[in-house]
């Protein structure tokens, strides 16, 4: 994911409604893909991961859908609650295939906003 | 467990000043990654140390430096600082190298004037 700079896209939802965030990643060799949740004032929380050898992989209220023909990731929240307000980014590891490192890109990330 | 620790959480430093940010990650855990954070630029990678080598760096200048200990707490410096280098640093903790979760502490916002 590239990285979009100042103005966050803004998602907004109904308390109860789902959400879809979504991201385009970059590097068609990347193998590993992690959606996070940042609070103001806090560091990136993780929320849910995916390898590329998948495309759907579900959590607790959450589920990520992986599309590898178009680079595309999708994280789905269902019933939306308050407490889901936060900014969302996707990060995908493109360390060098050669050295099985951690090196995360992150997309711009998108402001989600929950409405009571 | 605890989570992954950063400190200071804050620091105001004055240009040409350097710097020295601490992260301890979560126990067991071998790989640490550093980040920066801006709002103009978002989340940028700056480097990777895995048993105290430094196994990927990113695009920063050379005034960006860090280090891993054998306890595997981590330390990044910032030399000759410079206005643009205010910003959130956030260190992220991963159990091994292959590509796995990576767990965020809650970052060093540094203020350079």
């Known amino acids: 994911g590239e990285s979009v700079g100042l103005h966050l896209p803004t998602l907004s939802v109904q308390e109860g409604d789902n959400s879809i965030i979504n991201c385009a990643y970059s590097n068609s060799a990347s193998d590993y893909f992690i959606w996070y949740k940042q609070e103001s004032g806090k560091g990136p929380q993780f929320i849910i991961d995916?390898?590329?050898?998948?495309d759907k992989r579900q959590g607790q209220r959450v589920t990520v859908l992986l599309n590898k023909t178009v680079k595309h990731l999708s994280l789905q929240i269902a019933a939306t609650q308050p407490g889901d307000s936060a900014v969302y980014f996707c990060?995908?590891?493109?360390?060098?295939?050669?050295?099985?490192?951690?090196?995360?890109?992150f997309g711009g990330g998108t402001r989600l906003m929950v409405k009571p | 467990k605890a989570g992954v620790t950063q400190t200071p959480r804050y620091l105001i430093k004055t240009r040409g000043q350097q710097v020295t940010l601490s992260c301890s990650p979560i126990?067991?855990?071998?790989?640490v990654s550093w980040y920066q954070q801006t709002p103009g630029q978002g989340l940028q990678f700056l480097f990777e140390?895995?048993?105290?080598?430094?196994?990927n760096k990113g695009n920063f200048p050379g005034r960006f430096s860090g280090r891993q200990f054998s306890n595997s707490r981590s330390e990044m410096n910032v030399s000759t600082l410079e206005l643009g280098d205010s910003a959130l640093y956030l260190c992220a903790s991963s159990p091994d190298g292959s590509g796995t979760e990576a767990f965020f502490g809650q970052g060093t916002r540094l203020t350079v004037v």
């Open positions: 990060a995908e590891n493109t360390s060098p295939v050669d050295n099985a490192g951690n090196m995360l890109t």
């Open positions: 126990s067991g855990h071998r790989s």
């Open positions: 995916i390898r590329s050898n998948m």
């Open positions: 140390y895995f048993s105290e080598t430094q196994r």
